[in-house]
């Protein structure tokens, strides 16, 4: 058999012709004129070398070769059928997926960490791995299909890549509880006076964009730690007479072992997206798991402004 000649379409066109055994029916159910079935069964017969089907007193019948291909094709027809069925229509209670998403500490904490929830109640068969963000690799990891879905600030994707905007973060002041010199409402002075944790990316840097313009108000800030991570700064807080400027999702559940304040001069914030690769966009799953991560960043961002 030549299989270059055979098609998906005349497969199916076959299943109907050997349910029906009558083309007039299989026309029918194909959506399809007589002539066009008559024309496919013609194909058919040339590329299996087979009549297929005679025409008998009523409809037609099989042949011997007809019957053994009916089973193995319906089972054939049926796992495309599955297949594309899977990736169009997603159920995520019966799904078996695995997504990969790259973001930084700070956003595994604050949104991949409550989708993972969510997912093990609305799709148990989901399973999330999740990645350090490498931006300067990020158009090739999603390339090569090593990366689904990152979370990040979507002025660091690259153009070839779809976003999606998930929330604007701001920063605010965070402290222990009972803290002597932390109050709801501080001065500038009385901020810059106070004993700060930094967070630097890229390692032992005591100077942030933060520092810059405080120095604009005529303020040099006290910093006594540099940290690595954002995760690092609520339990070291907690612990302690220091202070932090964190992203405020990272601690909005925290109130009961934190004061959190409002920073007492403006500070820019940021803004959360999702990225993708074109290779996902129309993925049934891909998909539903970025409409989950739109509901849940629109259910803190409610929960926020009713609190």
């Not at 990020?138 to 070839?160: E, F, K």
């Amino acid at each position: 058999m030549d299989t270059k000649r055979l098609d998906l379409n005349l497969l199916v066109t076959l299943e109907a012709l050997l349910t029906e055994q009558n083309v007039t029916k299989a026309a029918h159910r194909l959506h399809l004129s007589q002539p066009a079935v008559s024309a496919q069964l013609s194909r058919l017969r040339d590329v299996f070398d087979d009549p297929l089907l005679i025409p008998a007193q009523r409809g037609m019948t099989p042949t011997a070769k007809a019957l053994d291909l009916l089973d193995p094709l319906r089972q054939a027809l049926d796992q495309v059928r599955a297949t594309v069925a899977q990736h169009t229509h997603f159920d995520p209670l019966r799904a078996r997926l695995t997504v990969v998403i790259a973001c930084t500490d700070y956003l595994q904490a604050a949104l991949a960490q409550p989708l993972v929830l969510r997912l093990r109640q609305q799709a148990p068969g989901v399973r999330v791995a999740l990645r350090s963000l490498d931006i300067p690799q990020l158009g090739a990891q999603m390339a090569r299909g090593d990366v689904d879905l990152a979370l990040m600030t979507p002025n660091a994707a690259t153009p070839s890549l779809r976003t999606r905007h998930l929330f604007d973060e701001r920063y605010v002041l965070i402290g222990r509880r009972g803290h002597p010199k932390l109050r709801r409402r501080i001065t500038v002075a009385q901020f810059a006076r106070l004993e700060h944790i930094v967070v630097s990316l890229h390692g032992g840097e005591f100077v942030t964009p933060v520092d810059q313009a405080l120095a604009a108000l005529g303020h040099t800030r006290n910093v006594v730690l540099s940290a690595a991570s954002f995760l690092f700064l609520p339990e070291m807080v907690a612990q302690s007479d220091f202070v932090a400027l964190v992203p405020e999702r990272l601690v909005r559940d925290r109130s009961a072992q934190l004061q959190i304040v409002e920073c007492p001069f403006p500070v820019k914030g940021f803004e959360v997206s999702m990225v993708w690769h074109e290779r996902n966009h129309g993925h049934g799953g891909q998909r539903w798991i970025r409409e989950a991560l739109v509901a849940l960043a629109a259910g803190e961002r409610s929960r926020a402004e009713a609190g």
